[in-house]
């Protein structure tokens, strides 16, 4: 005896065989790892898909130390100082001063020294600090002041010092602030007096080296320039002109007349005070002179 399935039947066990087949191809294609876990489809092709997943991390972790580290940035006091020849040294101070205040930087210090018998040239020495950003950009600006005679950039690492500092200024802080709670929990006055010793020890520490690490610092954020000027041209003392000569003639003339005179007068003055004792004087030397000519025969002075 046949029995046939209704048609409705048999479409749907086709249509289940069909997905079915499709879910299994699926499966089957998609790699997985020994963990039983699939990759994702980014790395179903590459030769990861077929490592274990422990490896797949260590690689990675492996990759992720090789990494270079980022190095810190070198704190770095530079300071520079530069030689330029100039037409004028006068002019050249002006610019300085507008150039200083464009790069926002300050002026330290100014010696100019005029010609002299010894140095006939027109000499300038200007110390300035500018912004260490700035500090190239400075100088490419001074030396379009004239002609660079020599320019030379040191700089000085001062990084450890600057950690070094700054661990000493935490752990001293830390201490301030135990000494700190054990003076409020002191209850007799002699152990109030040894710890405020110690606190107030500790706080001037503190702010020595909170000192020494500021300016330190401000070292590092401001770079020193020195500049020396110095004439292209040596100056000669000028020609002064003739009736400039004739009043200084008549002048000194003048003062020696003015000091003869009051000479005059001051031995004037000498000989009246002592005329009465060049009086006595006289008279003594003609009474002498009288009476040994009378008490003295003729032929003995002959």
Known sequence: MNFSLPLPRKSALLVSALLGGFVFTSCASAPQNFSGTSLPPSLANTELASQPAADIATNIGQKAADAPIPRARP??????????????????????????????????????????????????????????????????ELAKLGTIENRNITAEDVGDRLVDFQARLTNLRKTEANLQKILDRASSVRDVLNVAQELGQVRQSIEQIDAQLKNLQNQVAYSTITLNLEAAVSSTSPQRATGSQIQETWNKSTQSLSGFTVGLLKLGIWLMVYTPYLFILGGSVYGFIRWWRIHTPRETRE
């Open 75 to 140: 704190q770095l006091i530079k300071k520079a100082v530069m030689k330029v020849i100039v037409n004028s040294v006068d002019q050249s101070i002006d610019a300085v001063s507008q150039i200083i205040e464009k790069q926002q930087g300050d002026l330290i210090g100014l010696n100019e020294r005029q010609p002299t018998k010894d140095n006939l040239r027109h000499t300038a020495s200007i110390q300035m600090r500018v912004p260490q950003n700035l500090l190239e950009l400075t100088l490419a």
